[in-house]
């Protein structure tokens, strides 16, 4: 398996196409965003993915579907090697003063721009929710912030800004397929009316170079950092064989932050995110099991949409496990966050604050670690052995977690 050879990073930014032959690992896709490419909408705030000022947009091709998927990200933590083959929306990539966005027209309109700083962050948030979801609810609204702060504290015409985009119906608004209310549901009208159809589209070259076969593995080769990102478990497991003490890296969250440190380095890298075969949940008759490399913000979904079959049932056993989760996901950080951040990072890292240690513990969750050439099962709770140590041996990685129905 070469592991030694240097590919070259391509990434797309509001639709233009940038190769860097000598890509440095270490960068953040802020830095590419303000100082390679030239855009400086994106903001630098706390550096460290809790204030939402860095705020923007990645769209990736899944390539089951042939389908793309956008999410928002804080660039002040997202390394430059996680956007490879991806595209990258900023706030200037969605409208400008000759013809601002309808996002950034209703903040204009409502005076919630105010100093302007975390402004931008706000539109890409929200332009995030817009491009899955084009009528939420004010709920959905106000939920899709939860990773921005407002240094002005000017929340009240932030908020008030969105509701021109918001339907009482949600997803069962005419407008995003569903059927309405019947009689009782009328158009959606307003001055700043949401048009997905005039999106920027995910780059046609970039759907042909992932259509002809180019995510495969790769490595970024800087200074201090070698970068490796496979693509399927086998892969991880034999780079984990040539690099057994490697540092496995998802959302970057907890990783990025102790580097920023500086007080520690991590000399070889392996990116998880673009592996599909540990990204799938199956739910079973007496739990579900869920691929390592499914992100929260995956999970929390998968887990609402499960949860609803059950409504009807006035008590449900299955639905217990699932709904505790649930729950403590959604207190887990911001949006931005938790669409990047995976639950078996959160355990790896073995953190005396981890939200989810003591809920999967209790929970009775059982992890399935795999090496090389070998496999084991093993509880949550018996998992984690001390501060911020597991059990986890040189070579080995989790590869997904039982939750069962209790």
């Known amino acids: 398996m070469p592991v030694s050879t240097t590919a070259p990073l391509i990434v797309f930014v509001n639709g233009y196409k940038y190769v860097d032959e000598k890509a440095d690992p270490e960068m953040t896709l802020l830095v590419f965003i303000r100082e390679v490419v030239g855009l400086k909408g994106t903001k630098l705030g706390c550096g460290e993915g809790g204030c939402g000022a860095c705020t923007v947009v990645v769209g990736k091709m899944n390539l089951r579907t042939k389908r793309p998927i956008h999410y928002s990200v804080n660039a002040c933590i997202t390394p430059i090697g996680a956007v490879h083959l991806k595209h990258v929306i900023t706030v200037e990539g969605i409208g400008n003063v000759r013809r601002p966005h309808a996002i950034q027209s209703a903040l204009a309109?409502?005076?919630a721009s105010q100093c302007g700083f975390c402004t931008p962050g706000f539109v890409m948030?929200?332009?995030?929710?817009?491009?899955n979801n084009p009528k939420p609810t004010e709920h959905e609204l106000e939920e899709t912030f939860d990773g921005n702060l407002c240094r002005c504290t000017g929340y009240r015409p932030i908020l008030d800004a969105?509701?021109?985009?918001a339907c009482p119906m949600g997803s069962k608004c005419c407008q995003n397929g569903g059927k309405g209310n019947g009689d009782d549901c009328k158009?959606?009208?307003?001055d700043f009316e949401y048009d997905p159809s005039q999106e920027i589209i995910f780059p046609p070259e970039l759907a042909l170079i992932l259509d002809g076969g180019a995510m495969k593995l790769s490595v970024f080769r800087g200074p201090r950092v070698k970068w490796i990102m496979p693509t399927s478990k086998d892969e991880l497991l034999d780079v984990l064989r040539m690099y057994p003490n490697a540092k496995l890296v998802n959302g970057n969250t907890e990783v990025g932050i102790e580097l920023k440190s500086g007080k520690?380095?991590?000399d070889v890298q392996v990116y998880l995110g673009n592996i599909q075969d540990l990204s799938d949940i199956y739910f079973m008759s007496n739990g579900m099991q869920v691929g390592a490399n499914v992100t929260l913000a995956d999970l929390q979904r998968a887990l609402k949409r499960e949860i609803s079959k059950f409504e009807s049932l006035p008590c449900s056993y299955q639905t217990r496990s699932m709904e505790a989760v649930e729950s403590m996901i959604r207190w887990f950080a911001g949006n931005q966050i938790r669409n990047v951040s995976t639950w078996a990072g959160n355990l790896a890292t073995a953190s005396p604050i981890s939200d989810l240690i003591p809920v999967l513990s209790v929970c009775q969750a059982q992890l399935t670690i795999h090496g090389k050439n070998s496999l084991r099962r093993q509880s949550v709770k018996d998992f984690v052995v001390g501060y911020r140590k597991t059990t986890l041996r040189p070579g080995e990685a989790v590869t997904s977690i039982f939750i069962p129905f209790n």
Do not use: D, E, G, I
């Open 109 to 111: 309109a409502y005076h």
């Open 125 to 131: 948030s929200l332009y995030a929710l817009l491009r």
């Open 162 to 165: 969105t509701k021109p985009f």
């Open 187 to 190: 158009p959606c009208n307003s």
């Open 264 to 266: 520690v380095l991590y």
